[in-house]
């Protein structure tokens, strides 16, 4: 009998005695502490973990989005263009996790539905912040918030800030003018689709080669809202499959709710410029 491997032969660190660790570095402690399922229903630590992984995703696209609306302020746009793609694929990161969520049953679910109370994925800030950043702004999606001051000041403070399809708008402003309604619009308010952008876009996609960095930035785009439609799908499917057209827990009523929300159109006249072409 051999004796088995030992890595520390290979020059494996086997001591961390007053050394980081991959533990300390990733605060597993904390990161692993943090699930506690609240019944004894097996499928509740797959919930748990499905939107704990989908918050980090969601902490990751945050992060991106707030530096690529940055980099389309500044002198060179190319580093949003990486930031943008990641977001997308970020998204699709999220769309593929429905697989393992989706291995739950109305039974399963009905096992520890009752154990989450009123609370819902309506109330998640950070999915609120993603959308707010993108540019779908509602001020009444932050009442959820208000006993929480600081969530609601960031949340605000989000609304207060451009988003970013109005930086898009501010970088389309220099090759193609656009009206004052535009550019100095209340930010805090929903975007409504203006048809002198419609035309503005129109000019960058009947000639690419002279637009080029626009053109490429309205398709990272659509690309992103593409994915973030395909969340917004599977979500609904997923629902109905696990709670048919029971109300949320949140209050609203559910697949229709989120049905309703099917209609956002985030970058909309990047997606009706298409008619026209
Ligand atoms: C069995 C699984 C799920 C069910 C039955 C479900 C159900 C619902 C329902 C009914 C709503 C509408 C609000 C309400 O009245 O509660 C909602 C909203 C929401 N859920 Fe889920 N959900 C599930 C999984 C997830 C997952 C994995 C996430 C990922 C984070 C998520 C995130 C959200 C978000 C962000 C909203 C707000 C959407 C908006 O306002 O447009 N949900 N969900
Ligand atoms: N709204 C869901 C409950 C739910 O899915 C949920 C509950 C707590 C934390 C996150 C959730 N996910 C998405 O809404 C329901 O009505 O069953």
Redesign the pocket.
Known sequence: MTDPFDPATDGAQMSFDGRMSYGDYLRLTTLLDAQHPLSDAHDEML?II??QT??LW?RLAIHELTAARAALQGPDRRPAFKMLARVARIFEQ?NS??DV?RT?TPSD?TTF?MALGQS?????HQ??QI?FLLGNRNPA?LRPHAHRPEITALLTAELARPSLYDVALGALNEAVPLPDSVLAREVARPYEAQEAVATAWTVVYRDPQTHWELYELAEKLVDLEDYFRRW?FN?VT??ER??GF??????????S??KR?LE?ELFPELWHLRTDL
Do not use: D, N
């Open positions: 919930f499905q939107h989908s918050e969601m999220l996790a429905w969520l739950m679910y539905r819902s994925g309506f109330q998640s999915y609120r959308e999606m917004r979500h997923t629902v696990v709670i029971k109300r949320g827990t949140g209050g609203t009523g559910g697949v709710y989120l929300m956002v």
